[in-house]
């Protein structure tokens, strides 16, 4: 069993954003493993799960402290705990989604969030024939009163399901508001201050990425 | 007006593939720009665009030659195209759905494959009351002749959106039919070969790894 000294994860400033992308992923194989009853794991097993390399693993990991010892591997549990802990995901996080067209709903009613302590407590619309309406359990309410509904709700990430020429505009209302942390649905780039994190989910782009080796060859 | 002389992309061993995942980000930039009647562009504003640095945007293309003179910009349209030829994106693409539960449905609905090449030409499921029923135009298929219409239909692309539990045999299997990309909506890290493409779409994910920088702050 690894000792686990995590002593720098503080010093955020110092993690490239692209090690912290790959947190999550570790999260969710520690778990699956975890699951299967393996309670130690080193690099080798953690890097062929998530198929990178045991020395990016160690890398990735040497961000946030010194969790394993040199050939001893890792306590999975703890390893868990300390990841979660680093992401925050101990914490119930509030969000309102914006936009309950056919995207927003089928955003709305699906199942993953709220047991990873997403919880979409508001949804917001700007077409009158939804105001009022209620949407698996959620009562939507009018763009207009974002703000309120923020300040009121206690929410700090929200997801954008609006049609394209409305992105930009709701993401500027968004972080005007205070939010800092934003999914776009939207099949666009929106643009925001340094201080906002977003995140854009966009299968045409991840198919976008892959044609290239489908035209080009990859063996 | 820019040169364009492209020369090495055929070289594609030696692009990595975080840039090639940009690629996709630059041709929709470079339409939303050709459509807003910018003809010439330079790399400072492409990278506030795409929130890259200048720099990076000429170090990524540089792998596929030289696109542009220095202080003269990039002619809008002429690099589109080569970009879209260099991603595969002048062809049509045949996909399969594999999985027509709710998120299947919707990814069948979903109107944004179509005008970028991708067509949904064929669905499957494993679930006889929905076998032989028609949605959004595709009939739905066991699950058992993938093979077959892999084949008949000239399919490279798979799309998987089937429960957890079952992801990795339908993957498998995609694999041992012959296809070399495949687009993941399960929340799991599947394994491939080597000479297999997968990319997942996890908005969990997305919403974890921003969750870092609430807990931690980032001004």
Redesign the interface.
């Known amino acids: 069993m690894a000792d686990i000294s995590p002593s720098r994860w503080?010093d955020?400033s110092a993690v490239p954003e692209?090690v912290?992308?790959r947190?999550?992923?570790y999260?969710?194989?520690l778990k699956?493993l975890l699951s299967d009853g393996v309670e130690v794991a080193n690099s080798q097993q953690l890097g062929?799960?998530?198929?990178v390399t045991p020395a990016q693993i160690r890398k990735d990991l040497s961000y946030f402290g010194r969790f394993g010892k040199q050939g001893r591997g890792y306590s999975v549990r703890r390893l868990l705990d300390e990841l979660q802990q680093?992401?925050?995901?101990n914490?119930q996080?509030n969000?309102v989604v914006v936009g309950v067209g056919?995207?927003g709903k089928?955003?709305l009613?699906?199942p993953?969030?709220t047991p990873?302590g997403?919880h979409i407590v508001a949804a917001l619309d700007n077409n009158p024939s939804l105001i009022g309406q209620e949407v698996e359990g959620v009562k939507v309410r009018a763009v207009e009163e974002l703000d309120a509904v923020v300040k009121a709700q206690n929410i700090?990430?929200a997801?954008v399901a609006v049609p394209v020429r409305f992105t930009q505009q709701v993401i500027d209302k968004l972080v005007e508001c205070g939010i800092?942390?934003i999914?776009n649905y939207a099949?666009?780039?929106p643009?925001?201050p340094e201080?906002v994190?977003i995140?854009s989910?966009d299968?045409?782009?991840?198919?976008?990425?892959?044609?290239?080796?489908?035209?080009?060859?990859?063996?």
Chains 1, 2 share one sequence.
């Open positions: 503080d955020q692209v912290v992308g947190l999550p992923q999260v969710r194989v699956e062929q799960q998530l198929q680093i992401l925050g995901l914490e996080w969000v056919r995207l089928a955003i009613s699906y993953g969030f990873d997403f700090t990430i997801v800092r942390a999914l099949p666009t780039s643009q925001v201080s994190k995140r989910i299968p045409v782009l991840s198919l976008q990425s892959m044609t290239y080796y489908l035209t080009n060859g990859s063996e």
